[in-house]
Each structure stands twice: as structure tokens, then as C-alpha cells.
């Protein structure tokens, strides 16, 4: 018998099964469902942008009407002075964000862990509390949302099992197994070419949906992304199906089977991921940023209570060209730029510590990818999380992004104290311009 | 109905494939009690190092205005809960790390889940994940050739034969598995009992015995289900495909969908449009720092009236630390409005959830287990609410210190010794006792015995339908 004339008998049997019919339509309504939570995530996440831009720019245009009036600043806050660098780079409205990525749609990964903008400020850091994920109910976020990846990555090996069961168990029970095997000359190619139908069924079905997904967000703009998450599910695919081809092969009833299908997916769904998520808790506990803590505390008060030598140092180490300012030589105005300038003192010791807390995550993660090779699930839902951009490792891109722009910021303030420029509008644009490119 | 029973364990302690499971799944429960109990120990000793830090530095204060005391501020960390060892809820997701200053009540931060790659979505090794997830189908697999097992082989007309009804044999059934689950799980506690003899106190107690209760009304109901499915169908295969069909439902699709519905039908607002709300409130109000601010010379002249005096030099007290309180609690006011809109709005998705328990008994065993193990949403606002009162007390202590501890308006040098700073106690989490929040899960609880009821009445009157052939 041919692998034709199997999959027509396969598509015959499929067609007059209610049970597996209904198994794939639920497959669908469920993926369908979650394509819609990934793009309205990506609907919220952009008009939150896009209202955070519109606020930014009327911000801004607050402040340029102080230049136009010739006014210092807000009329309740008179120690404001926006023609000085300190005061002016603090008004600049600048917001970073982590725009959603449209592969959102198919897998929304970690991206309800983390906050996507960030109100960057002097004193800001990648850790502060802003940086919080947006407001949601806690039972909701445990629980998971129902998105597309879930749908593939568990209940697609469920799927799959309705629709394999009961190959060859099925005709064992009824006796004509023998008669089967004499008809198609080998028994796995049986069972291989009924196990290819219903992959291929499957994998018509996923790209059908994410042909879907991709109608509801601009997928196709990302380069290569829809391919690359459809490479990613078609190997998960494949995955399963050969750890299900081999239990069909050696199995001889259909309990037996079935069971067995559900134990092993049991095992990969939720023992094994739950006994390494387990081993990384004792392993690394939670990290309760007691050297963030420190900083903000007692190294800003060691800062500020230092000698003004030591500060100086300091400053000119870090920045050597304020050393030749007229500022550096003027025992008066280095007072107030020395005061001002503190903050990038304080910045240096906030990375010093955020270093050790990344490199405290950054182990974790090592040990969590060391276990791949028996977590399979983790392996492809991460894979899909940096498909999507949701994985840890682009919020750490955008972390470090966040840092950058506080560096830009600080230094920027501090040369342009220590060489007394004097700010006016075209000067107040330039800050913009440059702090949110 | 006793020799059923005890026959029906006979049969199963015969079966070496039985005895293997149990022994490999007890191997595994006691696996995951040892590790959660591990894992909780470990992060308390965490915690109570990060507390002790955290307090240490502000005893250690030498001298400093009280004021700039409040702006100093302390940090409050999660704790953790013997119970969590059993079922961890929402611990993972919600924050750890909550900063107590003046002027703003914070939000909880640094996550679990935010310091690493994505794992598990079903959460970690904890006792809940296998007594929710997998002893169900534990249950499900030995029960759903139980009577049509008995129907192929003909021992059903045997048994009533000799005088056995057929609703005594289903009964009969349904408890021998029922008791099963109820082995594993009297197993669970008692471990964790064992192992945390020393700690254990009458909330614990009652809180485990609430949970146990839970656990034992849905494993009689997915019990009764599978063994009538198996009684009434004449193919055991059609049996256990339908009972697994209606675990995944259940267990899987309904939480996620019903909990993502909730939250549509009762939204809360996003972080920039609550912080935007709470910042135009808050302008509204008196700024304790901004002597030139209308409201606080309102209250300048109002004090100065009440004081009989012409100028703030003339006080006996000093007026910043008042103005500084006046601003506290307005701004305490309207972290009250919105904080409190959240809670609200969080309580009614909570309540909407809870009635999916109607069509899901997995909801009220989830919500239920999560509620009795102290590790919910409802017990994380409770102790959010706590760390709040407890900024509330540590400001106004600092503030009024400031106001009436012998300094005069406008003398900010003025600074307080270590043995005040010393003096304010620290936050000592109280845990919710049981009595006060059971009320919150009695809907969970009579779903739960509801479906049984239903189930049984099903099992009553189908068990007549019943073919024994």
C-alpha cells in the first residue's frame, strides 16, 4: 500500500471521527483566542507609547513657553531656573521604550513581568520602581495568559495525542492487525505514513494560523521573525511526534498508548520544568537588591559627606576634560558645579551594583539553559520568547539601554555645568533632540 | 459496600503496574514537600538577613533631622510562610521589595519571575502543582475501567447476583479511588506536619484542615465522575478520552479563560494613567515642601491663630514638621482613593473568578488552596495594607518628632539622636488569621461540596439507566 492511498484511509477515518474533530476545532478556537490576547497586548502596549509621546511633547512645549515668556520655570516652583544646564536637562521630557515586536501576536513570553517605558532621569536606573510590569491582577499573571505559544507549546502535544492513539492499538484490539501488515509490506511505514498525516495536518493548521496572526499585526515587517517561530514550532512539532511515533511502535493497546502519551507529556509539561524552576529557587533565592539598597542609602550619604578633594578626584576621573574648565579654577562656581556633578558620582556606584545583581542573574540563567537538554518545553518556549523579543535578554538589551541614556544625560549636565553654558530655547531643543535619540 | 471496597484494594495491591506508580508518585510528593519546605527555609533565612541589614542601618543613624529621616526611609521585604511550602500562589510574580518613605506609598517590586528566563507555567515543584494537577489523573487512570472492567468480564452481574445494588457498587468504586487520593494527600500533610512539628499552630492547623477539605471534595467529584463515565459507557477507551478531555478543559483552558475575562470585564487602569490620576490629586493638595505653597499658608495662619501668636519665630513649635504631616495625610488620602479603587476593582474580578467555580470545580479547588496556604492575591493586599499602616505610623512618628521635639520653624540643621531612631519599632508582619479571611472563601467552599451533591444525585438516578451486561 502506498503513503497515498494510507493518508486517504487516514483522512476517511479522520473525517468519521466526531472526537478528533472536535479535538482540532477546540485546537483552533484556543489558538485563535490567543492570537487575539497576543495583538491586544500589542494594541495596549502601543497606544500607551504612543499617549507617553503625546505627553512628552506637551511637556515640552511647557517648557519652551518659560524660553518665549523669558520665565525661569513653573510659578510654584521658584527655585527652578531653566536657563541653567542642571535645571533645563531635568525638564527634558525623555521617555524609553521597549516597543512591542509584532511576533507579539503568536507568544507574549515575559513581557507581563516587565514594565515597556521608562521616564529617564538624572537620578534614574534600569531597577528603579517604575520599572515595575504594568498593574494586573497577580492570580491572572500566575496563571499565565492564554496566548498562541501556550496553545502549541501544551495543548498541541495533546492534540496530537487525540489524534494518535489509537493507531495500531485500535486494529490490534479488533484482530486485524496481522492482515494490515501483510497489506502494507512493513509496519512502520504504517504507522510512520498515519503519523505523517496528521503532522502534516497539524502543520497545515499552524500555518494557517499564523497566516492569521499575521493579519492582525505587521508581522511580515519583522525580518524573517514569522519563518523563523514557524521553524521553531514545526521542530516542536516533529519533536513530539517521533516520542509518539515510538511509543505507537512499541505499544500494544490503545490504554496502554494513551496512557503512556500522557505521562510523557506530563513529564515535559509539568515535572520536569516545576523541579528545575524548584532547583533554581535553593540554588539562587530570590535577590532582595540589598546592594541596590546600599547605595541609595548609605554610599549617596558617603558621597555627599565626603571632602571636596576626594570629590573632585572623583569627578575628574571620571570626566579628565573638566579639569581644564574655567570652573575647575574658580574656588566659587566650583562649589555649585561640584554639588550638582555628585549625581554622576552616585551613578558610577548604582552600575558597580547593578553589575552584580545582572552577573546574580545572569548564573541563573546559565543554569536554567544548562538544563535544555532535559527541559525541552523551556527550550522552546524561550526560543519563541526571543522570536517574539519577550525573553529575558531583551529586557536586559533595554535595561542597558536605560542605563546608557542616564550616562548620556548625566554627562552631558555635568560638562555643560562646568563650562557655564547658558541655555536657551534653540539650546533647550538641542537636549531634546540629542537626549531621545 | 465494605468488601467492595476492601476488594477493590485487594485488586489494586495485587497490581505490580499500581505499585509501581504509587511508589515512583509518593517518591515524587515526598520529593516536593522536602524541596518546598527546603526552598521556604532558605528564602526565609534570605529575608530575615536582608531585614536585619535594612534595620541594622537605621539604628545605626547617629544623628539626623527627622525629616530627612522619612526621606532616609526603611524597606520592607515579602515574607515568606510556612504554608507557601505547600502552595506557593502568587509569590513568584508579585514583588519582594517594598521602600517605606515619606510623601509616597510605593509599590511592591523586584519579582522572582523578573530575575530570570521564562521555566515553568505551572509554577515549581511545590505539593499543590502534583495534588492539583496530577493526582487527579492519578485518579482518573484508575478509575475509568473500574466498572467496565467489571461489565466485560461479567463480575457485575455476579456481584449483583448476589445481592449487590447497582448504586452500592458504584459507590462502592468511586470511594475505593476517592480514598486512594485521599491517602496521597493525608501523606502530603503529614510530611509537611512532621516537618514542620515545631512550628505548627492552631491558624496552620486550621488552615491545612481547610485545605485538606478542599482536596477531598474535588477528588470525590472527579472520583464519581470517571467511575460513572466508566459505568455508563460501554467503552472504557470513550471513558478515560472523556475524562481527559474534561481535565484539560478544566484545568488548563476554563483558569485562563475565565481569570483573562475577569480581568476584561472589571479592568484596572494602566500604571501611567494611575500614576497620572494620583499626581494630579496629589497637586491638589498642600506641599510640605513649598513654604510659599496657598494651602500651607492657609494652614500657617490657622496654627498661628490657635497659638495666639504673630509669627512662625514665636511658636513653641516647630510648624515644618506640621506642614510636612498636613501634607503626609492628604497625600494619604488620595493614595487611600486610587490604592483603595485597585483593591476594589481586584476584589471583584476575584469574585467573578470565583464563580466560575459554577462551571469549574478546579476554580474554587485553585482558589481555594491558594486562599488556605495564605499565598493569594487577597493575602498579598493584606499585607501590602499592613506594610502601608505601618509607613503611615513610621512618618507621623518622624513628623511629629520634627514638629514637637524641641526645634523651632525653619531649622533644618536641628538633628535627633540615636536612641530616637532606635525607639521606632520595625515593621513586624502580622499573619491574617484564618477567622478573619474564611468568609472570603466559603463560595469556593460550597461550589465545591455543590458539585458533589450534583454529582451524587447524577450517580443516583443514572446509576439506573445503567446496562449490567
Not at chain 2, 405 to 416: A, I, L, Q, V
Amino acid at each position: 500500500m502506498r503513503s497515498l492511498s494510507i493518508f486517504i484511509y487516514e483522512w476517511k477515518h479522520f473525517v468519521s471521527s466526531p472526537f478528533k474533530i472536535i479535538a482540532l476545532l477546540l485546537f483552533l478556537i484556543a489558538s485563535i483566542y490567543g492570537l487575539h490576547n497576543g495583538a491586544d497586548l500589542y494594541m495596549q502596549q502601543s497606544n500607551e507609547i504612543e499617549r507617553l509621546n503625546q505627553k512628552a511633547k506637551e511637556e515640552k512645549e511647557t517648557i519652551l513657553s518659560y524660553f518665549d515668556k523669558s520665565e525661569k520655570g513653573p510659578k510654584n516652583r521658584p527655585w527652578v531656573d531653566v536657563t541653567t544646564p542642571f535645571w533645563s536637562i531635568w525638564y527634558t521630557p525623555t521617555y524609553h521604550f521597549k516597543k512591542p515586536s509584532p511576533t507579539i501576536v503568536y507568544n507574549i513570553g515575559q513581557a507581563e513581568q516587565y514594565g515597556f517605558y521608562k521616564k529617564i532621569g538624572m537620578y534614574s536606573s534600569p531597577y528603579d520602581a517604575d520599572m515595575a510590569k504594568e498593574i494586573a491582577n497577580p492570580e491572572r499573571i500566575q496563571s499565565g495568559t492564554l496566548d498562541f505559544s501556550f496553545v502549541v507549546l501544551f495543548l498541541m502535544p495533546l492534540l496530537l495525542l487525540v489524534l494518535l492513539y489509537n493507531i495500531k492499538g485500535s486494529e490490534a484490539e479488533q484482530g486485524f492487525l496481522p492482515l494490515i501488515f501483510v497489506q502494507t509490506g512493513s509496519k512502520n511505514w504504517w504507522i510512520l505514513s498515519r503519523t505523517v498525516f496528521y503532522t502534516i495536518l497539524l502543520l497545515f493548521s499552524l500555518l494557517g494560523l499564523m497566516l492569521y496572526g499575521a493579519t492582525l499585526t505587521k508581522v511580515f515587517e519583522v525580518d524573517n521573525a514569522f519563518w523563523t517561530i514557524f521553524l521553531h514550532l514545526t521542530i516542536y512539532l516533529v519533536f513530539w511526534v517521533v516520542l509518539y511515533f515510538l511509543i505507537l511502535k512499541y505499544g500494544k493497546n490503545i490504554i496502554s498508548n494513551t496512557l503512556q502519551m500522557i505521562g510523557i507529556w506530563l513529564l515535559f509539561a509539568f515535572i520536569i520544568p516545576a523541579v528545575v524552576h524548584q532547583w533554581i529557587s535553593i540554588e539562587k533565592p530570590t535577590n532582595l537588591m540589598i546592594d541596590l539598597i546600599d547605595i541609595k542609602r548609605d554610599k549617596t550619604d558617603e558621597i555627599y559627606e565626603q571632602s571636596n578633594t576626594d570629590t573632585d578626584n572623583q569627578i575628574f576621573n571620571l570626566y579628565p576634560s573638566l579639569k581644564q574648565t574655567k570652573t575647575a579654577q574658580d574656588t566659587i562656581a566650583i562649589k555649585e558645579a561640584r554639588n550638582d556633578s555628585r549625581i554622576a558620582l552616585i551613578n558610577v556606584a548604582m552600575k558597580n551594583a547593578i553589575s552584580k545583581l545582572e552577573e546574580d542573574n545572569l548564573t541563573k540563567n546559565e543554569l536554567i539553559s544548562k538544563t535544555y537538554w532535559l527541559n525541552p518545553l523551556t527550550y522552546f518556549q524561550n526560543k519563541l520568547n526571543h522570536s517574539s523579543k519577550t525573553h529575558y535578554d531583551d529586557y536586559q538589551t533595554y535595561r542597558n539601554d536605560i542605563q546608557n541614556l542616564v550616562d548620556k544625560r548625566i554627562k552631558i549636565m555635568v560638562s555643560d555645568i562646568w563650562n557655564n553654558v547658558k541655555v536657551d530655547k534653540t539650546k533647550y531643543l538641542e537636549y531634546n533632540k540629542t537626549l531621545n535619540k | 459496600m465494605l468488601q467492595i471496597i476492601k476488594n477493590e484494594w485487594r485488586f489494586l495491591i495485587r497490581s505490580r503496574i499500581f505499585l509501581g506508580i504509587s511508589i515512583a508518585f509518593i517518591s515524587i510528593l515526598l520529593v516536593s514537600v522536602f524541596l518546598g519546605n527546603y526552598q521556604t527555609r532558605k528564602q526565609e533565612q534570605t529575608h530575615k538577613s536582608a531585614k536585619d541589614h535594612v534595620r541594622q542601618q537605621w539604628v545605626s543613624i547617629d544623628e539626623m533631622n527627622p525629616h530627612s529621616a522619612a526621606h532616609y526611609g526603611t524597606y520592607v521585604f515579602k515574607p515568606t510562610n510556612l504554608l507557601n511550602s505547600l502552595d506557593e500562589g502568587v509569590n513568584s510574580v508579585t514583588g519582594n521589595v517594598l521602600r517605606v518613605e515619606g510623601h509616597v506609598q510605593n509599590e511592591i517590586v523586584h519579582s522572582e519571575a523578573s530575575q530570570m528566563q521564562a521555566i515553568s507555567r505551572f509554577g515549581k515543584l511545590k505539593p499543590s502543582l502534583l495534588l492539583q494537577y496530577i493526582v487527579p489523573l492519578l485518579l482518573i487512570f484508575l478509575a475509568f475501567n473500574s466498572v467496565s472492567d467489571e461489565k466485560q468480564s461479567g463480575r457485575l452481574k455476579l456481584l449483583v447476583l448476589q445481592g449487590a445494588k447497582p448504586l452500592q457498587i458504584i459507590l462502592s468504586k468511586i470511594l475505593s479511588v476517592w480514598l486512594y487520593g485521599m491517602m496521597l494527600l493525608t501523606f502530603v500533610l503529614s510530611v509537611y506536619s512532621i516537618l514542620n512539628f515545631q512550628s505548627l499552630t492552631t491558624d496552620i492547623l486550621t488552615r491545612t484542615g481547610l485545605f485538606f477539605l478542599s482536596y477531598t471534595l474535588y477528588y470525590f467529584i472527579i472520583s464519581a465522575i470517571t467511575v460513572y463515565f466508566s459505568a455508563r459507557w460501554q467503552n472504557a477507551t470513550l471513558a478515560l478520552t472523556s475524562m481527559l478531555g474534561i481535565w484539560i478543559i478544566w484545568t488548563i483552558f476554563l483558569p485562563n479563560i475565565l481569570m483573562s475575562s475577569a480581568e476584561k470585564w472589571h479592568p484596572l487602569p494602566s500604571r501611567n494613567q494611575f500614576q497620572s490620576a494620583m499626581k494630579e490629586d496629589r497637586s491638589k493638595g498642600l506641599d510640605g515642601h513649598n513654604p510659599k505653597d496657598k494651602r500651607a499658608i492657609a494652614l500657617k495662619e490657622k496654627v498661628l491663630k490657635e497659638y495666639g501668636v504673630d509669627s512662625l519665630s514665636q511658636l513653641p513649635i516647630n510648624f515644618d514638621g506640621m506642614r510636612m504631616q498636613a501634607d503626609e495625610e492628604y497625600g494619604n488620602s488620595v493614595w487611600d482613593k486610587h490604592f483603595g479603587n485597585n483593591r476594589k476593582i481586584l476584589r471583584k474580578q476575584k469574585q467573578s473568578f470565583q464563580l466560575g467555580g459554577i462551571v469549574n470545580p478546579f476554580i474554587s479547588l485553585q482558589n481555594s488552596s491558594m486562599g488556605f496556604m495564605a499565598s493569594d492575591n487577597l493575602h498579598h493586599q493584606e499585607f501590602l495594607l499592613q506594610v502601608e499602616n505601618y509607613r503611615r505610623f513610621f512618618i507621623k512618628t518622624l513628623n511629629d518628632k520634627q514638629t514637637f521635639g524641641g526645634s523651632k520653624t525653619g531649622n533644618w540643621r536641628w538633628k535627633e539622636d540615636n536612641a530616637f531612631f532606635k525607639s521606632i519599632p520595625d515593621f513586624n508582619y502580622k499573619p491574617t488569621q484564618v477567622s478573619v479571611i474564611l468568609s472570603n472563601y466559603l463560595l469556593d467552599l460550597a461550589l465545591l461540596i455543590l458539585w458533589s451533591i450534583i454529582v451524587i444525585v447524577i450517580i443516583y438516578f443514572g446509576t439506573k439507566k445503567i446496562q449490567i451486561v
